[in-house]
């Protein structure tokens, strides 16, 4: 069984047995989680850009947990100047691994890190393909990424401001065609705030369903 946890603004973790995934854990500082960053355990890491917010805790897990961070290579050189375990990739680029496969996809937005990309991720989890888009702007090459897999869940920013807004992810739905969509990256901060159901009842005019989750909630896939 797998399954898909929420710890608010935009961590997540998946889970199958005892292979565990964790994307951008921003715990710390996090006003609307309910999980601090001792409670969490992970194989793997997965930072899309060094933005405090995402980058998080990362370092604290991996060193705790001894799990590997997979991120674009600045990123990845950074944590390992830290003595975390962590395996470079960048954007483009496809990786295999024994739980499935992790693409680095780009992002457009800032990377937090020198010389560096922000990025998001599709991976593919014991046969679930799940697109983790990261802070990003609405671009034109998702529907690439829409051809190039077959998207069950999409974990899009809707929060506007910082990264695209529920009108543009609107949009992305539609270039990423995806089975389920899951918005991320508001409410967090007043900046932010959005209203889920809003953004929800507009993509499911497209006979796509979103699944709003509340912080610590978990959903099987």
């Known amino acids: 069984m797998t399954t898909l946890t929420f710890y608010g603004h935009a961590c997540f973790s998946l889970a199958n047995g005892t292979t565990t995934l964790l994307f951008d854990p921003f715990f710390t500082g996090n006003p609307i989680t309910t999980t601090k960053a001792e409670e969490v355990a992970c194989n793997y890491i997965l930072v899309s850009h060094g933005h405090g917010d995402h980058l998080g805790d990362t370092v604290e897990i991996a060193k705790r947990t001894g799990a590997t961070v997979i991120a674009t290579a600045e990123l990845a050189a950074l944590v390992g100047q830290q003595d975390c375990a962590n395996i470079s990739m960048h954007l483009g680029g496809k990786r295999v691994f024994d739980f499935g496969y992790v693409r ?72 990423l065609n995806p089975r389920t969509v899951i918005p991320m990256h508001y409410n967090t901060w007043p900046l932010i705030a959005q209203s889920p159901e809003a953004f929800k009842a507009k993509v499911e005019e497209q006979h796509i369903p979103v699944h709003i989750m509340a912080p610590s909630q978990s959903i099987e896939l």
């Open 104 to 175: 680095i996809t780009p992002a457009f937005h800032g990377s937090g890190v020198p010389g560096g990309h922000a990025a998001g991720f599709i991976v593919s989890f014991f046969g679930k393909t799940l697109y983790f888009a990261g802070d990003t702007a609405l671009f034109g090459d998702m529907a690439l990424l829409g051809r190039l897999e077959k998207i069950d869940y999409a974990l899009l920013p809707i929060g506007d401001n910082y990264t695209m807004g529920p009108d543009d992810a609107v949009e992305a739905v539609k270039l």
